[in-house]
């Protein structure tokens, strides 16, 4: 049931069963939810939704594990409190350049803007962490308080509020300054190529690289176009 209660009795229980069941997964019916009900099961049916389909979508639900749960404090019921908890979760892939004004999100080996709509995402798991959070406070009013405030974080102005002041939070705020600033540092879709040793490494989020060549560098590739070129094109004396 998509009402405070019902989020909050479900995420509850969720919580329990993950150490004792074989496999636990959390549904939330895509339906329309008012200020006094909720959307649950019977909802769905009454609206036309079979049986069939409801079990497709606790199918394909997320599973839920103890492993998944973070170690996170619990931030002041605030906008500001949502962006330090946005940058707890999410800050080490994460950087708001100040200099060029952009996000640009640790993705592939490398920093890439943000086409896929991923900072909206991570903002949303930001208020359900929240919300699971909840869970587990010792007092109840405490539990009703985070628990409304966790949902409504889910708004499109808390969303936008919670990025927004993310921007200035460390380690997501930067200078702007070193990206792509070491032009013998080839970026390759799976690590970096060093053009002065020829030595390829991993990348890491400390090279700073945001452009790559698009392709996936092996070590054991043929090139036989090339052998060939090099000794015609200097007749033998190379």
Known sequence: DLDTAGIYTANALAR???????????LQLPGEVTANHGYDVSDWLGDGGSVEKLEQLADA?????????PAVPIFQVSDAGNAEMFAHLHGENLRWDHTALRWLLWKGGRWRSDVEGELTIRAKETART????????PSASERERQAKFALASESAGKIKSMVDL????????????GWDSNPMLLGMENGVINLVTGEFRPATQAVRITMSTGLYYDPTAECPRWDRFIPEIFQGDA
């Open 16 to 26: 329990r069963l993950v150490s004792i069941a074989a496999s636990v997964r959390y």
């Open 61 to 69: 639900a997320p599973l839920i594990t103890a492993a998944e749960e």
């Open 130 to 137: 929240r919300l699971r959070l909840a869970v587990d406070l």
């Open 166 to 177: 993310a921007r200035d939070h460390p380690p997501i705020s930067d200078s702007g300054k």
